[in-house]
């Protein structure tokens, strides 16, 4: 807010500046005040959205990573049940491999979930 009362005093300030040099007719300060606004709009609106797609850019970034892990730490997860438990297809009994790396992989996501919200948390305090 601070940056935008000074954008616009500058700009009010060098406006009245060039006024006093010379004489201008009421279409130029119509001019000048349509060329404000619109450098005012950019600012406003151009320059979020550049900071605004850095963050998308990072977050898209950081949500493929933690696919990936959790991706990958199910399938060893599943590994080692198959290879250490003995369930290694031969009955039904196969599926208590698949159900208790599902039981895992949820544990792990409802960590993540919990650490992220403390994170936040320490963040707004």
């Known amino acids: 807010m601070v940056g ?3 954008y616009v005093h500058d700009t009010l300030c060098n406006r009245a500046k060039e006024r006093s040099v010379a ?3 009421p279409l ?5 005040l349509q060329k404000m606004l619109v450098d005012y709009a950019k600012q ?4 979020p959205l550049k900071t605004l797609g850095g963050y998308l850019v990072w977050g898209i970034a950081g949500a493929i990573m933690m696919f ?10 599943l590994r080692l049940l ?6 290694d297809g031969n009955s039904w009994m196969s599926l208590l491999a698949y159900l208790g ?6 544990g792990a996501m409802v960590s993540l979930f919990l650490a992220f919200l ?3 948390n320490r963040a707004l305090s």
Not at 28 to 32: H, I, K, N, T, V
Not at 44 to 47: K, M, R, Y
Not at 68 to 77: D, E, N, P, S, V
Not at 82 to 87: D, H, M, N, R
């Open 101 to 106: 790396a599902i039981a895992v992989l949820i």
């Open 4 to 6: 935008q009362a000074a």
């Open 23 to 25: 004489t201008q007719n």
């Open 44 to 47: 406003e609106t151009v320059e």
């Open 68 to 77: 990936l892990g959790l991706f990958f730490f199910g399938i060893g997860t």
């Open 28 to 32: 130029d300060g119509a001019r000048d």
């Open 118 to 120: 403390r994170a936040k």
């Open 82 to 87: 198959q290879t250490e438990a003995s369930l």
